[in-house]
């Protein structure tokens, strides 16, 4: 974890699972109108956020995977509803073309807001564009919005 926090956190992979572990059922809902339910457990972002302590600037959190791509949300709903970043689905570990390590389960939100392969997350003062947002999506993702500009 990198950015305006207090404290640079790295942790292996090993250590995250090491970190309190939820489950909750969520549905990961696509932009073409398809979606899954499932079983995700995992740490909750305010957690790691908090071990690394919060700059009073702090306001957006952006999620980066290992392929480069990239997506972020906001400090207040990563709180608000206890985002999860999961390492396990349907009760076995979150395989690769699922988005082992790492995925975001970005309850209410659109797909493009769960990203998947996570390595890093960086803390930022201001909203910022992701992959898909760049290319016109919107950048609030809120399911049952226009999901574009």
Do not use: H
Request: aromatic fraction near 16%; charge should be negative; proline fraction near 5%.
């Amino acid at each position: 974890m990198t950015g305006l926090v207090d404290q640079e956190i790295e942790m292996s992979y090993y250590d995250l699972l090491n970190l309190p572990a939820y489950s909750e059922f969520a549905r990961m809902p696509c932009v073409e109108g398809w979606g899954f339910d499932a079983k995700w457990t995992g740490f909750r972002v305010v957690d790691l956020l908090d071990e690394a302590g919060l700059q009073p600037e702090a306001s957006y959190v952006v999620f980066i995977s290992a392929d480069g791509y990239s997506s972020g949300l906001p400090l207040a709903y990563l709180k608000e509803e206890n985002i999860l970043m999961a390492y396990g689905i349907n009760d076995v570990t979150l395989p690769p073309e699922r988005g082992f390590p790492l995925q975001v389960v970005a309850k209410g939100k659109y797909g493009y807001k769960w990203a998947k392969w996570v390595t890093e997350i960086e803390v930022v003062a201001e909203e910022r564009e992701g992959f898909w947002e760049s290319r016109g999506y919107s950048n609030s993702a809120n399911v049952g919005e226009f999901p574009f500009g």
